[in-house]
Each structure stands twice: as C-alpha cells, then as structure tokens.
C-alpha cells in the first residue's frame, strides 16, 4: 500500500520514514530543494543561523528517532539548570522553577507569592470556554497570568494569552484540571510515569554540531530515492482506488495521502474535493514574526538561555535567545550572537520595520537590561505566517478536518496547526501511524 507524503518539512520526513520503517511503501514530494521547511540552519562569517526552532526537547520518541538516524554523537544538550530570564520592571528576573526560586523571586510579589499556594483549592471551572489568560488568572493569580504566562505565550507562541484556548493551546493542564481538580496535583500524580517515559532519554535542550537542519537532512538521506525535492504537486484528486497527483503534467497513484504542507497549501490541494476542510485550514490564524540575529563583542558574563518580555510599554521585542550562551560553535571566538524576535498577534507591524529599525529596537531594548548595546546585524527573517494559533475556533476547525478524512479514506492532515506547535509535538504527531 503506497503512501505519498506532500511536503518535507519535518513532520513530512518522519512520516515517510516511519512508514518506510514498517515496510510500506512511500513517495515524499517537497517543492522546495532543501529538506526541513521551517527547520532551517545557516552558515554566515562564522555565525550559525537557526531561522526557525532553535532546539527541541528529547523525549523518548525524539532521542529514539536521533539514534537510529546516527545523530547522537553530533548532539549538543544545553544543561536543563541553564537559566532564563524574563524582562519586567526595568531588570531581568531569573525564571522560578522550583520552590525556593519561587520564595525568593522578586518577580512576583508576597501576594502573588501567597497566591500560588491556593492553587490546589481553586474550585474546578470550565477550561473549554477560557482563555489561557482566565485560566491561569482564575488558578493561580493576575501576577502569575501577567508576568509569566503572558512572556511566555508572547515568546514561544507569538501570541496572546487572552485569545488562545487552554483546552487545546495547554491540553494537560486543562486534563489536570478536569481529573485531579488542581494543576499542582495533576502535575505530581504523572510524575512517576513521566519520569519512567523519559528513562534513557538526556535532560536538557537538544540541538546539533552543525545546528537543527542535521535532523531533517539525515532524514532525507534516509529515505533516499523515495524523496523527491524540487517536485510541486500542482493537484491531487480521490479516486475509485486511491489518490491521484498531478506533478508537472505527471500523474503519480499512491494508495494513500499524507498532506504535511502548510495550512495554506493544503487547503488549496483539498479544496476541489473536501472546501469544508479547505476553508477550515484558511481560517486557522498564524502569528507573523521577524527575527534578528545579531552580534556585539562577547560580554565578560554571559550564563543562560535567554529572555522573555512581559509585554510593556517600553519594549519592542518579544525575547531573545542568547545563543552563543546556549551551544558553542555559534559565533566566533570574542564575539556573541543574539537570535531576537519581534512581532507576534501583539505587535503585527514589527515586520514592517527596516532592519536598521530592528537593530535598533534590539539594541535599545537588550541594553535596558544590561546586556549588550552595540548590536551588528547577521540576518534579518521574515515570516508573515509564523506560529498557528490554537483559538476558540480551532477545535471545530481540527474537526473539519477529522470530518475530511472520515470522508476521504487514506486522507491524513498532518503538521503543526494540529496536535501541538513545538518540534516534538511534530514528531510524536507524524510517527502516530494510521493502521
């Protein structure tokens, strides 16, 4: 039984190598010429670029599919006590993540401190109709929801609290919820299978020597001759037996279809047979984002992962990873490179600032927290349809689709705008095989 596999982003590549894996049969088209998609590493005088993810946690599934590709020994993990910071109030606060952090944080005041505590009393409210804004308020404090969740949200979803859903933006807390009747109980109930999951897998953050492109490279060697880069399909139809591609004039049979595109591409190969799902993948919201790699001389002190900005007046950026902080071999010697994002649902208009407009909004805003003020631009990326935005909408949107493919047998949608945005949710989704 024979699967074509539409795209080679990264969620593409571990499908068609999953199914190759088990025997069956597979064609993988990208119409670009690199594999990854949005998983892209570049080489610049000396600097190595991350235009897209910069690291990916290795749970088991992850760490397993490095090891058989032959990867674990050009692995670099960032040290899982790296610090983070978050930008508020003029300074940088160290990221609490445990107890005694949470005691002597200055982020938080002795109330919102207090707060936390109630957390495990919290009456049990209705996470399918809240925001990840009013769930976290309602659970654990305005303080919390402000100048944690929101930095957080901003940075890593370029989005806004108040407009994402919890019940699918934050899947497990809401469960918690639901079965345990506090997020603080939920967590410590699945600790001890968590911790089992993980048994044999490293801790930290996970990248390569040569960046994150080495995964989906060696993906795409993997699969050999079965990958078809530089191919377009221009159009797909079900028919009495299959599926039908159309690829340059060439018609291409496959038993069954994968479509691991972008939403907008998909929605454009599914709309002659299935406009309900087409229409459904043309309204998921993304979040636009700019990101700014830039250099100084490297700081005499520079320990940690990075920042995130609680969104105020006087900032314009979303965040930075300090990544010659993070993985050696990311600048060269004496010199630092800042990987700084602007835009997202709050900030929109970011993309269309110059990049000397960027540099200078990076400067101003990194400087105001002590890091360095004389920043050099390596690069500059622009992505007007970054990060999907998991909305109120998004759970009727996810059942057109589902709905698409119960009507179109051997049909699957696959990619970050469903079943979670970061690279291992990616990777857990596309090795989910069908039976």
């Known amino acids: 039984m024979t699967t074509a596999v539409v795209g080679g982003g990264l969620s593409g590549l571990v499908r068609a190598r999953a199914l190759a894996a088990r ?3 597979v064609l993988l088209f990208e119409e670009s010429r690199h594999p990854g998609g949005v998983v892209r590493t570049e080489k610049s005088d000396g600097y190595l670029l991350e235009l897209g993810p910069n690291t990916v946690r290795p749970t ?15 692995a670099l993990l960032a040290s899982p006590r790296t610090p983070r910071f978050v930008d508020y109030g003029g300074r940088l606060h160290r990221l609490p993540v445990s107890p005694a952090g949470l005691v002597a944080t200055r982020l938080l005041t002795a109330r919102g401190k207090a707060r936390l505590l109630a957390e495990p009393f919290v009456a049990r409210g209705t996470p399918t109709r809240e925001s990840v804004a009013a769930f976290f308020e309602r659970r654990l404090g305005r303080e919390v929801a402000e100048r944690l969740v929101e930095p957080f949200v901003s940075g890593i979803w370029g989005g806004r609290a108040d407009r994402l859903s919890v019940a699918h933006a934050f899947p497990s807390l809401a469960r918690w919820e639901e079965t345990w009747g506090s997020i603080a109980r939920g967590a410590f109930a699945g600790l001890r299978e968590r911790r089992k999951a993980a048994a044999g897998s ?13 995964l989906p490279r060696r993906l795409a060697e993997d699969l050999g001759p079965a990958a078809h880069f530089g191919r377009r ?3 797909l139809a079900p028919t009495a037996d299959g599926w039908r591609l159309s690829l340059s004039g060439q018609a291409v ?9 972008p939403a907008p591409e998909a929605a454009r190969l599914v709309e002659p047979f299935a406009p309900a799902a087409a229409a459904a993948l043309r309204a998921i919201p993304h979040a636009p984002l700019a990101v700014l790699h830039a250099a100084s001389a490297a700081p005499t002190r520079l320990e940690g992962f990075g920042h995130l900005v609680v969104p105020q007046k006087e900032r314009r950026i979303l965040g930075a990873i300090w990544s010659s902080a993070v993985f050696p071999g990311r600048a060269p010697q004496g010199r630092a490179l800042f990987t700084v994002y602007f835009g997202g649902a709050r900030d929109p208009g970011a ?8 540099v200078d909004a990076a400067s101003r805003d990194l400087s105001a927290v002590g890091l360095p003020r004389s920043l050099e631009p390596v690069r500059v990326t622009r992505y007007a349809r970054a990060i999907p935005q998991y909305d109120f909408e998004h759970g009727e949107r996810m059942e057109e689709l589902a709905e698409a493919e119960r009507r179109n047998p051997g ?13 291992d949710d990616v990777v857990r989704s596309a090795l989910a095989l069908p039976s």
């Open 411 to 423: 049909l699957t949608f696959l990619g970050s705008y469903r079943g979670g945005i970061s690279v």
């Open 202 to 214: 490293p801790r930290g953050l996970l990248s390569f020597r040569d960046g994150l492109s080495a």
């Open 23 to 25: 025997g069956e049969p």
């Open 60 to 74: 088991p599934e992850l760490w397993r599919l490095v090891e058989e590709l032959g990867l674990a020994s050009e």
């Open 253 to 261: 049979r496959a038993d069954r279809i994968c479509l691991a595109v």
């Open 351 to 358: 993309l269309e600032l110059s990049d000397d407009a960027l």
């Open 233 to 235: 399909v221009d159009s």
